[in-house]
């Protein structure tokens, strides 16, 4: 298996700009969650989705975030409008049950 | 919610030495602790875990062992190498099915 698969691997864009983060998990994981990490607060869960559905967005920043899944193959991640705040690497991970395997991030530069 | 403290933040051992990170988490009720493996530019890599009802799990050079009555759990890796340096994550998942708390990161280099 390819793994998990995020686009693009790099984003640098300006302040106010719409940012929209892609992620395809693993074949037969029923899981996926969007996390952060910077230096200042680690690893931060954003949101988790169960067989497509959002179990839990209590780690969603603000009303700028908004996550969707709209089949088992496929994720998205937006941010409208970006802040510089928002830079960091976003991951992606999937899960058939407790395990859970990351894709490689996206790195989010908001100048 | 949950609760991770990891120590130590940074760990610098010889070739060869063994590496022991610890772990403590807040919720009794947590019942999976992975434990990650980051090398830069890279994502998070699953290396071991153990659940709620196994004391001690070995693979090869890495063991994690569980102490359900105080709460903590440790990742130790013996016979050290060069490729083992890299970010280190420990992580509990407590009632909330799925959630993972991960610890703030230790940071071991191994020095050939």
């Known amino acids: 298996d390819a793994g998990v698969i995020q686009s693009p691997r790099h984003e640098v864009t300006e302040m106010g700009q719409e940012v929209t983060l892609r992620c395809k998990p693993i074949s037969g994981h029923n899981s996926l969650f969007w996390y952060r990490q910077t230096m200042m607060r680690g690893l931060e869960l954003l949101i988790y989705?169960?067989?497509?559905?959002?179990?839990?967005d209590s780690g969603m920043p603000e009303d700028r975030f908004s996550a969707k899944m709209p089949n088992a193959s496929f994720s998205t991640l937006k941010i409208q409008p970006s802040e510089p705040r928002d830079s960091a690497v976003y991951f992606c991970a999937s899960s058939p049950g407790f395990e859970q395997y990351f894709g490689p991030g996206t790195r989010l530069t908001v100048t | 919610g949950e609760n991770v403290e990891q120590h130590p933040s940074t760990l610098s051992v010889q070739e060869g030495d063994s590496a022991v990170i610890k772990c403590t988490y807040s919720?009794?009720?947590?019942?999976?602790f992975p434990w990650y493996k980051q090398e830069l530019g890279k994502g998070p890599q699953l290396i071991i875990d153990i659940r709620s009802n196994v004391g001690e799990k070995k693979d090869q050079r890495i063991a994690v062992t569980l102490n359900k009555t105080a709460k903590h759990f440790s990742l130790h890796i013996t016979e050290t190498q060069p490729e083992d340096s890299a970010v280190y994550f420990c992580a509990a998942m407590g009632t909330s099915y799925g959630k993972l708390t991960f610890g703030q990161g230790t940071i071991l280099t191994v020095h050939p």
């Open positions: 919720d009794s009720a947590s019942n999976y």
């Open positions: 989705f169960n067989n497509n559905v959002p179990i839990d």
